[in-house]
């Protein structure tokens, strides 16, 4: 009999910060609901990564995304209180539109960096990281384009 192995779970977050802004949805159900945090969601059967963060930005706030960079993976058997869970977290950019809170966002909208209140999950330390980096790539003598470094596969 061979055992059965439990793995944490895999999941995508989006960070779109423009002209001072971050989006962020407002969760319409358990765990944290009525709570901000960064789009996202889980990985599905059969999806790269890379794919699941455009999805998952789209069906939370109708926009379109495309990822240009990493800004980190974050795990830990406590990030989420369903189950051990491990998110991949992209920066991404697109036309920055109204957004509409669909699927499990109650709501969606362009929030400015300095009162997003209280996140979800552990969403506000992967924003103070991604703010981090962004000053960082800003310094003078770093390239002023973020590039996307994910692996590509065919």
């Known amino acids: 009999m061979s055992p059965r192995y439990q793995n944490p779970a ?6 779109w910060i423009q002209r001072g802004r971050v989006l962020l949805v407002t969760r ?13 969601g889980f990985v599905e059967q059969r999806e790269r ?7 998952e930005v789209r069906e939370e706030t109708g926009l379109v995304a495309r ?5 980190g993976v ?4 406590d990030r989420d209180p369903r189950k051990p869970t491990t998110s991949i977290v992209f920066f991404v950019r697109g036309r920055a539109r109204a957004p509409r809170g669909a699927d499990d966002a109650a709501a969606a909208e362009w929030v400015p960096l ?4 209280p996140l979800a999950f552990d969403h ?3 924003l103070a990281d991604a703010r981090r980096q962004l000053a960082r790539w800003r310094r003078p003598g ?13």
């Open 10 to 15: 895999l999941a995508v977050d989006a960070v």
């Open 28 to 40: 319409g159900r358990p765990p944290f609901k009525g709570l901000r945090a960064l789009p996202g």
């Open 49 to 55: 990564v890379e794919e699941a963060v455009v999805r």
């Open 67 to 71: 990822p240009i960079a990493l800004v």
């Open 74 to 77: 974050y795990s830990g058997p």
């Open 114 to 117: 300095d009162q997003t209140g």
């Open 124 to 126: 506000a330390k992967i």
């Open 142 to 154: 770093r390239a002023r384009r973020l590039r996307m470094t994910a692996a590509r596969s065919p």
